[in-house]
């Protein structure tokens, strides 16, 4: 079992910034893929960005540039840096992670930008 902890949300305005973190309770090294999704109310959970176990990223075309995910390996754990935070990235984020055939999810942390 893969425990995730997920912390940094909070209340920012328009144009702040904001970094997520989510902590493991195993070595990020038995992860395929680690990465963010959000989801906003009345709206479908989407990909924020991801990180594969070669160091590979994928981010949502929404990002435009904005967002950097990345991963510390000896405090297990993976960021994910928010720039230029717009009031529509308003959401609640998860941290989600692959091992093997299994997925595991954070609890979520919630990110509200004002105008």
């Known amino acids: 079992q893969v425990q995730l902890v997920e912390s940094g949300g909070g209340l920012v305005q328009a ?8 902590a493991f309770s195993v070595s990020i090294f038995s992860f395929n893929v ?3 999704y959000r989801q906003a109310p009345g709206k479908q959970r989407e990909l924020v ?5 070669g160091g590979s990223t994928n981010y949502g075309d929404f990002v435009k540039g904005r967002f950097t ?5 000896p405090k297990n754990t993976v960021y994910l840096q928010m720039n230029d935070l ?3 990235d ?3 984020y998860y941290c989600k ?3 093997s055939v299994s997925a ?3 609890q979520g942390t919630q990110v509200t930008v004002s105008s």
């Open 90 to 92: 308003t959401a609640v």
């Open 49 to 53: 960005a991801s990180i594969t176990s």
């Open 104 to 106: 595991y999810w954070g």
């Open 97 to 99: 992670v692959i091992r």
């Open 86 to 88: 717009k009031p529509e």
């Open 34 to 36: 680690m990465g963010w």
């Open 15 to 22: 144009g702040g910034s904001l970094r997520l973190s989510c």
């Open 69 to 73: 995910i990345s991963r510390d390996s």
